[in-house]
């Protein structure tokens, strides 16, 4: 097994070139990308769902590796090429602020918009220029804890497998397939001719996301589409339904994420 | 009207006292803080409703003020100490990557416990060491798009005053009040004391988060408790209500921010 101590190995640059200020180009021409932390690293050890998104290798402190080994049984971690690496090499790494003593190399592959509509997908959620990587990681989590089939994001959206996106997303990225890269009109079309209502989120909705909408809607498959942070959803097609969460006191909107969560968990725990 | 147009004006580091990596202990000291941005200040000039969240003045770039007046009537605007600065001495106060050209210097209170009570709210949540400062400010902003009557935060959770919580909140810091530094265990017993029924959020909870048990409850007053990021709540007394957020997928658990916009918008909303 290696065992890295010099802050020179080419492995920290490596490294930081996929998660530093050119990572997003980085990550693109590599396919690559780096997971950290405990939880991360072993839902990409041990999940099993979405192909492409393979573990390349595991950097690993002495005090990470003990970590892993209560999470995830020999067997299964045998399967891995551990790359030992001292404290300092890890702090040096890392991208996070406190280092857990784990991160994954891994491969990244977003699934195609035709291999979504082949798996016949009950409920999506569609994402349009999604800016903050804690938000774009959060609606992952969230779809994924709601049942959700895949989660889509716009072009022009940040990149999903930058550090910050790949943390808040806390493993759920190796739980549900996410399509990148989707242009509005395409996704509306695509829906369209796959048969799959759609909903859009917007401030005036001609329909009040209330308890009888949820139940006269949650039946059937169904997508859903939330906008950017600040300007949210582009002028759609009239013929696509419009819908608003209703809201009291003095906000005008929500967070996209918190919206998201209001009606992914009402759509998909229905 | 002043006009600082000099890099070397002390009311640049006045203001970045206010927000930099000192800015907390600052911030307690002069009881001030920083908002920034047209939507922000707007608030923070035109609503009414929190008691000590005053703005002392307003620093403004010629563009920013269009913006502002463009919002605010001048009847309104002319009650304020407006600051004219060029753009490159907005850039050097700002603490956003794109600074809007509006900064507001304010004066902050938290509102106190025995007043929360004395108003005898209907709807509150409590978040118990909350860290990130994107979540506090995001609860903060849902709490108030679901009609809740405030949001009370434990010691030990992040300065609702720094300057991205501010921003996470878009205005809403001036429509709600928020009771800071609240240890948990005074919380419960005054909740007690004050006949207010709580309801922990937790993984394990003896009661689901769904339809049937939200309608019983939402009739009446209640509060709702609400954990760390990675740690959740701490042990709470047995008589305590337990309740979780029924989850389908492989997610372990919510963020909390999308949590809590899950529960305050099907109780607040109900």
New interface residues.
């Given amino acids: 097994m290696e065992n890295i101590t010099s802050l020179n190995s080419p492995h920290i640059e490596r490294v930081k070139a996929l998660t530093g200020p050119r990572g997003k180009k980085n990550r693109e021409t590599e396919s690559a990308f780096i997971a950290e932390g405990i939880?991360t690293v072993r839902e990409a050890l041990t999940?099993k769902?979405i192909a492409g998104l393979a573990v390349k290798h595991v950097y690993v402190t002495e005090s990470g590796l003990l970590k892993l080994q209560q999470e995830i049984s020999s067997a299964n971690l045998e399967k891995y090429e551990l790359i030992m690496v001292s404290d300092q090499v890890m702090t040096a790494m890392a991208d996070s602020e406190s280092p857990q003593g784990i991160i994954a190399l891994c491969s990244s592959k977003s699934m195609k918009l035709s291999d979504l509509w082949a798996s016949k997908p009950n409920k999506i959620a569609y994402f349009w220029q999604i800016q903050?990587p804690?938000n774009a990681g959060?609606v992952i989590?969230?779809?994924?804890?709601?049942?959700?089939d895949a989660v889509v994001f716009s072009s022009d959206s940040v990149d999903i497998f930058n550090p910050k996106t790949v943390r808040?997303t806390?493993?759920?990225l190796w739980?549900?397939p996410a399509v990148t890269d989707v242009n509005i009109d395409e996704f509306i079309n695509q829906a369209g001719v796959n048969n799959l209502p759609l909903y859009a989120l917007t401030g005036e909705g001609e329909e009040s996301f209330?308890?009888s909408f949820v139940s006269r809607v949650s039946k059937q498959p169904s997508g859903w589409l939330f906008g950017n942070e600040a300007r949210g959803l582009p002028t759609l097609p009239s013929e696509l339904v419009k819908v608003a969460?209703?809201?009291?006191?003095?906000?005008?909107?929500?967070?996209v994420?918190?919206?998201?969560?209001?009606v992914l968990?009402s759509v998909?725990?229905y």
């Avoid at 969460?245 to 967070?255: D, H, R, V, Y």
């Fill in positions: 939880q999940s769902l903050d804690g959060t989590r969230t779809a994924d804890a709601c049942g959700f808040s806390v493993g759920s739980h549900i209330n308890s969460i209703p809201m009291k006191g003095f906000a005008e909107s929500l967070n994420a918190s919206a998201a969560a209001i968990h998909g725990l």
